[in-house]
């Protein structure tokens, strides 16, 4: 950015008119300097000038012209900071100087402190409101992507002065960022207007046509600006775009094809062809594409995306998790990647992953459409149906005419046994979309439930014409045939959804005879129908058998029969459950027709134990499968639950009640159930010492949650009394008691028990070191030094500590050595650990204290030695970080230390080392390395005389 520097060119241009005639000789003033300085600023002897303008500075040091033409100077030489700093001197001289003022706003501009620079554009507005100014301040604005603000400026500039050069390309952009486009167009056409040659202008007009939704006239432009410059690439790029917005994929391809030719080393260009690649499923061109552009470009996150999408679309699913993940890996606020990754362990039945890399792609974009309904369809199909409503929910609020969160909502419905408020989602998606197959299929499935077959079939069909593909249509069209006796109809369906992948596990021809006792209407006719055989058919299918026990469940005569039924129902049920019912393809469809059946078993069970006058053997029963199946579902706190019923049964026996307690203390999704058993626990007499410690120690983490902190320490105290017990137990109740004690300040009680975990015998070393390191890093920082020494000598007597264990206790003991100015003991501990630059540091202090000034000048140059090693070795910009940071500390202390040494007699030759090795790390055209120069060429020269 040159705003400010064109306009100082007429001044510029002013002074050397001023040289031109004044040197006849060498000049000897300062007004010389400056004529001579002028002359080179205008024949672009950037270096000489700066020279001249020195030399003014030096003759008259209060002339705030001399600063500033040396800035203007450096401003051309890039050397941003020098031109600050001269600008700031100028401006210390004459407060009032708005040229210094706008001046400064570039260089800042050009360091990237956009704000600063704003700050003085205003400054320079309030002193002399010209038209350059406001323009200067415009584009800090928007680089602040405050358009608004900039817009507000440009439009100030055109006032003060119309003709100014390009401003109506930078408004336009600016409305163009704030999406005002027909304001962008109209700005664009005053440039072109203008400079009717300008490719650029018509590019940006372009791109506002493109964001209008006006194609055609962004072709225009875009083919206008590949005439006026046809080497420059973005007019393909975007006109392929717009191509590929509309559908004409070979024109696209064209362009892409074009500007990858201008541009081969453009990662974005292979990009945007191996995503259309894509688009037309030429995937093996597509892979070629986006390859090339992660080998260009390894972290471009929307290449990776790309990759994974081609990947998914071939079901390869964890090859495109693995590029989600590095997508992700490259940007980690990438919501598109996160709700891609999602999918991918959707399919790859992950569904807790899934859940969370939705959930994170909603967190980066609240109204996400595609994450919430993916949630929300894995939720439902989880069972979470209130949180499966609250996206579908939100969904709707969001785009209430948008079928698919209606027909999911009425999936939620329907498995909630809501089939009239199913049928009315589903008609309201088909409103909105009377192609939508899905919706048609689900409604179809709700009115089976219904046992309305007739208008089953109809909606069945429709969805089989809309989509003649989906096997779950025509299994679902079989079933309903199948109830009204049309078995050749069903025979055909069924034979029509295993050719397209359904494996159909109860084929219309079972259950005859069981059936024609149900339709007989008399529940003693099917009990002989099974007695005779047919709970055979619990073994050959599902839904034949149980949905003719769930209909034998509406002939019986009372509670007992009813539960009966319902028993007999899920034995049947139970032969298929949890993945036999799905279909080869594994679809979405299938996973949910397993749910299904899930829900369903789960339901009957429930009923049971509901029924007043079942048996209690019946609920009995009733509860135990209840319980087990949903721990085979990992829903431990509902098992839980269930099995906390079972304790009220008189027929439950004591050994079973003391198991049933100890699941629902461990598993309980209430703390004060889980804390109510495990009290109860505590006394049982047949647990081991062991059982015991370990109940106690889940209660006292349970007490610890709810912050009764006696009861805390009451309960680890308890297991500290028992016997027989595991040393890693013993070893973890002392631990908890000390930081209690730590807490409420007994330092010398946590202190023993530091001990006390040393004493352990059988304990890991490993261990023992970690717990007591942290305990006593504590009474360290509580100023307990006497408290803290003797842990820290039992610490490093151990056998064995980790690595970092092992640093921290030495430098620790070498800290408390140091305090006592034990000098040469804290060395030795410091010594150990020669690695650690904070024991380098107080070990070169310590030698300081110690008056060795030879011993601490060679520590410190070692150490300095080491760290320029370790910065210029890192291999990666972590590691190159990390190395700076450790520089930069250790640069400060050491300059210190070297002044702290130069001022002791006979000393300079250690100083002047130290000062040495610190400007080899510094650059020396810094302030800092001119210093340094400046103080060793001292040094040097009074060591020569």
Not at 768 to 779: N, P, R, T, W
Not at 862 to 882: P, V
């Amino acid at each position: 950015m040159k705003t400010i520097a064109i306009n100082y060119i007429f001044l510029a241009s002013v002074i050397s008119a001023m040289a031109i005639s004044a040197f006849g000789q060498p000049p000897t003033t300062a007004a010389d300097w400056t004529a001579l300085g002028g002359k080179q600023l205008s024949e672009k002897q950037y270096e000489a000038a700066v020279k001249s303008f020195t030399e003014c500075i030096r003759l008259s040091p209060n002339s705030g012209t001399c600063y500033s033409s040396r800035a203007y100077s450096n401003f051309f030489l890039k050397n941003f900071q020098e031109g600050v700093s001269d600008t700031t001197k100028a401006i210390e001289i004459n407060p009032k100087d708005d040229i210094s003022y706008g001046l400064r706003g570039d260089l800042l501009f050009q360091l990237k402190k956009h704000q600063e620079a704003v700050a003085d554009y205003s400054t320079a507005i309030g002193l002399n409101p010209k038209a350059v100014f406001y323009l200067a301040r415009g584009i800090a604005y928007h680089s602040l992507k405050n358009f608004e603000a900039a817009i507000a400026d440009f439009t100030k500039t055109l006032s003060l002065d119309p003709a100014m050069d390009k401003v109506h390309n930078r408004r336009g952009d600016a409305f163009k960022a704030v999406r005002k486009y027909k304001e962008a167009i109209a700005d664009y056409t005053k440039a072109i207007e203008r400079e009717p040659h300008s490719a650029y202008a018509y590019t940006a007009r372009g791109l506002a046509y493109m964001e209008d939704g006006a194609f055609a006239e962004a072709i225009n432009d875009f083919t206008k600006a590949n005439e006026l410059d046809p080497k420059r690439v973005w007019g393909y790029v975007n006109r392929g775009v717009v191509y590929e917005k509309q559908g004409k994929y070979e024109l696209a391809l064209a362009d892409y094809s074009k500007s990858i030719e201008l541009d081969p080393k453009s990662a974005q260009f292979h990009r945007n062809r191996g995503y259309l690649y894509y688009l037309q499923k030429k995937y093996d061109l597509a892979l070629a594409d986006l390859k090339k552009a992660v080998e260009l470009n390894p972290k471009y996150a929307s290449a990776y995306n790309n990759i994974g999408t081609v990947y998914y679309s071939q079901k390869n699913y964890k090859l495109a998790l693995e590029n989600f993940s590095k997508a992700i890996e490259s940007d980690n606020k990438y919501a598109f990647a996160y709700h891609n990754r999602g999918l991918a362990n959707r399919e790859l039945k992950n569904d807790a992953a899934a859940i969370t890399d939705l959930s994170k792609a909603i967190e980066l974009s609240p109204d996400y459409f595609a994450a919430l309904l993916s949630r929300g369809r894995i939720y439902a199909n989880t069972g979470k149906y209130e949180e499966a409503l609250k996206d579908l929910n939100k969904l709707i609020e969001l785009e209430p005419k948008e079928p698919a969160p209606y027909t999911e909502r009425g999936f939620v419905y329907s498995r909630q046994g809501r089939f009239d408020a199913a049928i009315a989602e589903y008609t309201r998606s088909i409103e909105l979309d009377p192609k939508f197959s899905l919706a048609y299929n689900n409604r179809g499935a709700a009115f089976f439930s219904q046992s309305k077959y007739k208008e089953a079939v109809v909606e069945l069909s429709k969805a089989i014409e809309l989509n003649p593909e989906f096997s779950n249509s025509y299994f679902g069209r079989s079933q309903a045939y199948c109830r009204q006796g049309l078995k050749d109809l069903a025979s055909r369906d069924e034979q029509k959804a295993i050719e397209l992948g359904f494996e159909v596990k109860s084929p219309c021809s079972l259950g005859a005879k069981s059936g024609a006792a149900v339709e007989a209407g008399s529940y003693a006719n099917f009990k002989e129908a099974i007695k005779a055989g047919e709970t055979k058919l619990a073994e050959k299918a599902f839904l034949a058998a149980s949905t003719i026990f769930e209909k034998a469940f509406t002939l019986a005569a009372n509670d007992a029969e009813r539960a009966e039924a319902l028993l007999l129902s899920n034995s049947a049920s139970e032969q298929v459950k949890f993945g036999n019912g799905k279909s080869k393809s594994g679809s979405v469809q299938a996973d949910r027709a397993e749910a299904d059946r899930k829900k369903a078993i789960n339901d009957k069970y429930l009923a049971v134990v509901n029924l007043a006058g079942a048996p209690e053997d019946s609920k009995i029963k009733a509860l135990r499968s209840l319980s087990k199946n949903y721990e085979e579902e990992s829903k431990f706190s509902q098992a839980a639950s269930e099995k906390e019923r079972l304790l009220a049964f008189s027929k439950i026996a004591a050994d079973e009640k003391v198991e049933l307690m100890q699941y629902i203390a461990n598993y309980s999704g209430n703390p004060d159930t889980r804390i109510k058993y495990y009290e109860i626990l505590a006394g049982e007499k047949k647990f081991s010492d062991a059982k015991k410690a370990e109940n106690y120690g889940k209660l006292a983490g349970l007490y610890s949650g709810k912050k009764l902190t006696a009861k805390v320490a009451e309960t680890y105290a308890k297991i500290l009394t028992l016997k027989g017990v595991d040393a890693n137990v013993y070893a973890n109740a002392y631990f908890q008691l000390a930081k209690m004690d730590l807490s409420s300040k007994k330092l010398a009680d946590a202190s023993a028990k530091a001990g006390r975990i040393f004493e352990l015998k059988d304990l890991d070393s490993k261990k023992k070191g970690s717990q007591m390191l942290e305990i006593v890093k504590e009474l360290y920082s509580a100023k307990e030094y006497t408290l803290a020494k003797p842990v820290y000598e039992k610490i490093l007597s151990l056998p064995e500590l980790s690595p970092k264990d092992l640093l921290d206790a030495n430098y620790g003991l070498g800290n408390l050595y140091y305090l006592e100015k034990n000098y040469p003991k804290a060395r030795e501990y410091y010594s150990k650990i020669p690695d650690s630059f904070d024991a380098r540091k107080n070990s070169v202090h310590a030698f300081l204290m110690e008056q060795n000034y030879k011993e601490s000048a060679a520590l410190a140059v070692s150490t300095l030695e080491i760290l320029g090693q370790r910065y210029y070795s890192a291999a990666t910009q972590t590691d190159k970080q990390q190395a700076f940071a450790y520089t930069n500390d250790f640069l400060k202390f050491a300059w210190g230390v070297a002044n702290e040494i130069y001022t002791k007699p006979d000393s300079s030759a250690e100083a002047l080392s130290i000062y040495k090795a610190m400007y080899k790390l510094i650059p020396a055209e810094s302030a800092d390395g001119k210093t340094l120069a400046a103080k060793i060429k001292e040094i040097e020269q009074k060591q020569a005389n």
